[in-house]
C-alpha cells in the first residue's frame, strides 16, 4: 500500500517539476560570443586619381576606388598644389 502511495506521488510530481523548471527564466548572464583571432584593422583598398581641379584658391582631389564604390574627395587649401597619384584608403562597407 505504501509502495502505491509513493509510485502515485512520484508521477504526479514529475509533471508538475517539469512544467515548473521550464517557466523560470535563466538566472545566468548571456554572452555573445568573441573570436579570439578577430581582426580589427581597416580593410583598405587603393584609390587612384580621377581629376584634379582649383575651385576658389584650393585644389580638389577626386579618386576613384579599386572596387568602383563612391568616389573619394579631397581638398588641399594650396592653389598650385599637385594631388597624389594613388593611396590607401579605407573600404566601404
Do not use: H, W
Request: proline share 4%; hydrophobic share 30%.
Amino acid at each position: 500500500m505504501m509502495r502505491t502511495v509513493l509510485n502515485r506521488t512520484a508521477l504526479l510530481s514529475i509533471p508538475f517539476l517539469v512544467t515548473a523548471g521550464i517557466g523560470i527564466d535563466a538566472m545566468a548572464a548571456g554572452r555573445t560570443y568573441v573570436p579570439k583571432n578577430e581582426d580589427s584593422t581597416p580593410k583598405m583598398e587603393t584609390c587612384r586619381l580621377k581629376k584634379s581641379t582649383q575651385v576658389d584658391g584650393n585644389t580638389q582631389c577626386q579618386y576613384r576606388r579599386q572596387t568602383g564604390g563612391k568616389d573619394v574627395f579631397l581638398t588641399i587649401e594650396m592653389p598650385n598644389a599637385a594631388c597624389q597619384r594613388e593611396f590607401q584608403c579605407k573600404r566601404e562597407k
